[in-house]
């Protein structure tokens, strides 16, 4: 039986337009036993880690890429200076080796970086100049190759060709829409004008066609209006699900030539996560030393102002054997930048102390990020660093909440925007959100909505009893009611937006947009990456958690005040 490979996939972190979670779009993938799956989010890769996670536990390959939203250059300046909407093209591109992914993070980060918080807009030259190790499927939907007006098409396909070469095909989508021959038509015509090869696919935004009614709840929320206002805004109908592959041939079963074409990209797109090199960035050391030795001093320094000269011979003892593990696992440079953090707080006279599993470690206690002691409290260090394990060290360093943005700018500065970006947090569809915007998608009475929502437990909306939606002057034996119902239980974890964690930063040796793009936070002065501190472990990367404590702020103020009035100089 032949088969193929889904290219267009945007799962729901293509935030409010795709309806399915990564995995669920894997899994369907494997139970349809598909080769391959393309996810291709909507100006990033968000969504990267969950599903190669789930592809390796699936054993289906994973092609990354994105649909990369396309702009001329003068709208796209603009754009940036604060200008409204813009007249936009798509293009979805695929990472087929590792310099591919870096250019589409590289390109993603200049697109976030130049635009408001939650836009992204490039340009065709940039596209070509990030074109090295990636493959561009150019048609269909908002692209300029599929539009009735086609103005501008005929530059940007000369553009194109010369960057990508063969690497470029024109994408032929077939949903079953009224529009679909004229548009596919004009598609075909211009595709061999410019001679490109056709290939085909369904533009996924659900794993499942049951989820359309998700989807269609999910752009109400997006575009701000319910769904009997939405009008041309909702897809036709519900020809957005991963196809098997028999439905797929008899879908394109004129041309399976563009069917057998997936296949062909599928197989040059050989790029996989686990292929990501990371390197926590060096410290700048004196006088030649490695990172191991310049930690090695700092840390037997430290254990003779602890302990005295010389150092017990147990505690030496302990030194050794943790000195030895953090060697053998290259996490130096990762105790040298908490090191470093801590000496500039001393320095400017911030309250700062490390906590967490990290106070397990006589390493932590003599570089003075914690205080203490192991020798008094007998912890096991492999709860904080594990040879089995395999996970990096986790250092929590607390520091005094007014002051905390100090030391944020700082590490900016020392390692530059290119090597330090936040974490992101994404924020997401809890029980009493989602029975807001659900219930406001569907015209349901805001008041209502609201005693609800009140009413509703903050962690679970699918335990709600019928006598608390009679409280809240719902019946719940309306047909329209036990769709709310269900609506409201299925967006549940659904991703809203982007926001920023609360302290956790990820550094690295190479530029940190060459494995994640970097997009604007709201916050002014705040840079943050595409991936939330649960995507970060999971690819095994170094997260830095500096966070605010209110407690500091005040053994601050009591230590200023016992200073002022008593005279005793006192610290933590």
């Given amino acids: ?13 293509s935030f409010l337009e795709g309806a399915s979670a990564p995995d669920d779009l894997v899994a369907r993938a494997a139970a349809l036993k598909l080769p391959a799956l393309a996810l291709t989010d909507k100006d990033g890769v968000y969504g990267v880690p969950a599903a190669y996670q789930a592809a390796r536990g699936a054993g289906i390959a994973l092609i990354i890429g994105s649909q990369v939203t396309v702009v001329d250059a003068g709208l796209a300046a603009a754009h940036s200076d604060g200008g409204g909407i813009v007249d936009t093209s798509t293009i979805v591109l695929l990472a087929t080796d590792r310099r591919g992914y870096t250019n589409l993070c590289r390109l993603l980060t200049a697109g976030r970086l130049r635009s408001p918080k939650g836009t992204c807009l490039v340009t065709w030259d940039e596209i070509a100049a990030h074109a090295d190790g990636l493959l561009a499927l150019w048609g269909s939907g908002a692209s300029l190759l599929a539009r009735e007006d086609g103005s501008g098409a005929a530059r940007a396909a000369g553009t194109l060709r010369e960057a990508f070469g063969d690497r470029l095909y024109a994408l032929v989508a077939r949903h079953r829409q009224a529009t679909d021959l004229r548009a596919e038509a004009r598609l075909r015509r211009r595709a061999a004008r410019f001679g ?5 696919t369904v533009e996924v935004l659900y794993h499942v066609k049951e989820k359309r009614p998700l989807q269609d709840v999910l752009t109400c929320v997006r575009e701000g209006v319910t769904v009997q206002q939405a009008g041309l805004r909702l897809r036709p109908n519900d020809r957005h699900a991963i196809l098997g592959p028999r439905a797929f041939a008899r879908l394109f079963q004129d041309d399976p030539g563009a069917v057998t074409r997936t296949l062909e990209i599928a197989e040059r797109c050989r790029f996989d ?6 390197r926590y960035p060096s410290e700048h050391l ?20 602890r302990f005295g000269d010389p150092v017990p011979r147990d505690m030496g003892a302990r030194m050794d054997t943790e000195l030895a593990l953090i060697h053998e696992l290259d996490y130096d440079g990762y105790f040298l930048t908490m090191y470093e953090i801590v000496r500039f707080c001393r320095e400017q006279g911030i309250l700062c102390q490390g906590r967490g599993s990290a106070a397990n470690s006589i390493t932590c206690y003599c570089l003075k990020i914690t205080a203490v002691n192991p020798r008094e409290v007998d912890l096991l260090f492999e709860r904080f660093i594990s040879r089995e394990r395999a996970e990096p060290p986790d250092i929590d360093l607390d ?8 030391v944020i700018q700082h590490v900016y500065a020392k390692y530059g925007r290119e090597r330090a970006a936040m974490v992101a947090n994404v924020v997401r569809f809890r029980p009493r959100s989602a029975i807001r915007e659900v219930g406001k998608a569907l015209g349901l ?4 909505l609201d005693r609800l929502a009140k009413l509703a437990s903050h962690y679970r909306a699918d335990d709600i009893e019928d006598e608390t939606f009679r409280g809240a002057g719902f019946d719940p034996a309306s047909p329209l009611i036990a769709h709310f119902r269900r609506l409201v239980d299925e967006i549940q974890e659904v991703p809203r937006h982007l926001s920023i964690h609360p302290g956790g930063f990820l550094l690295g040796h190479e530029p940190v947009h060459d494995l994640v793009p970097i997009e604007n936070a709201t916050m002014p ?12 472990e999971s690819l095994g990367l170094f ?24 005279g005793l100089e006192m610290s933590l």
């Fill in 1 to 13: 039986m032949s088969t193929y490979v889904p290219l267009w996939c945007k799962s729901y972190y």
């Fill in 196 to 200: 490109l090869g056709t290939v085909a």
């Fill in 273 to 278: 996560l686990g292929d990501l090199r990371y």
């Fill in 286 to 305: 004196p006088f030649g030393m490695s990172t191991a030795r310049w930690l090695d001093h700092l840390a037997w320094q430290g254990a003779r102002e």
């Fill in 399 to 406: 520091i005094e909440h007014d002051r905390r943005e100090e």
């Fill in 445 to 448: 009475p805001a008041v209502n």
């Fill in 525 to 536: 002065g705040r840079t943050v990456i595409q991936w939330d501190k649960y995507a970060v």
């Fill in 543 to 566: 997260k830095v958690d500096l966070l605010g404590l209110g407690a500091l702020n005040h053994l601050h103020r009591a230590f200023d005040l016992l200073r002022r009035h008593r």
